[in-house]
């Protein structure tokens, strides 16, 4: 059974302070691993796909890791509207989606 | 550009009513899901359509049944609700197989009491 684990499940930050996210993994013949954003209310947004160990993604202030094990997205220097829930999830062998439980994260000025 | 379009947005029933969760695209992907989140448990899949015509059972089946006439449409429907079904219910979709980037609708929010 594939299974998906973040970490931690909130965490606060000044604006400014970099920090990383951390999304453990184990599937069944890994097809990716993916990275979405969810506002309060709203549904998730796709931000990254990261495919094999070693492969960095980037877009803005996000950063996105890969390893046989883990994933990493790094936030650097946030800002308020940063704040938002970063989901993680793997593709197995059958093209199917395994979303872990998500980081509430809170950037305060 | 709508994307994916969801109704009702919110809605409380009572236990044992019907209700049919609806779900339209635009996009003319072949794949479509439905997802429960419940807080702590993240996305769950409870059923999924990978072409028209076709549909299969995702991770938390039980109680929900889908249906897909057409690509644009894929309504989730509870056929006698429980309060264990209360959650937030997104349906998703995506062009091919395999890409990994769904893109979601804004949920229904659905409370059985």
Redo the contacts between chains.
Sequence with gaps: EDQ?TQSPEALRLQEGESSSLNCSYTVSGL??L?W?RQDP??????LF?LYSAGEEKEKERLKATLTKKESFLHITAPKPEDSATY?C?V?NAG???T????TRLMVKP | IAGITQAPTSQILAAGRRMTLRCTQDMRHNAMYWYRQDLGLGLRLIHYSNTAGTTGKGEVPDGYSVSRANTDDFPLTLASAVPSQTSVYFCASRALAFTGELFFGEGSRLTVL
């Design positions: 998906v097809r990716g993916f979405y209310g709203k549904g998730p947004e796709f796909t989901l999830a593709g093209n199917m989606l979303f872990g439980g998500g």
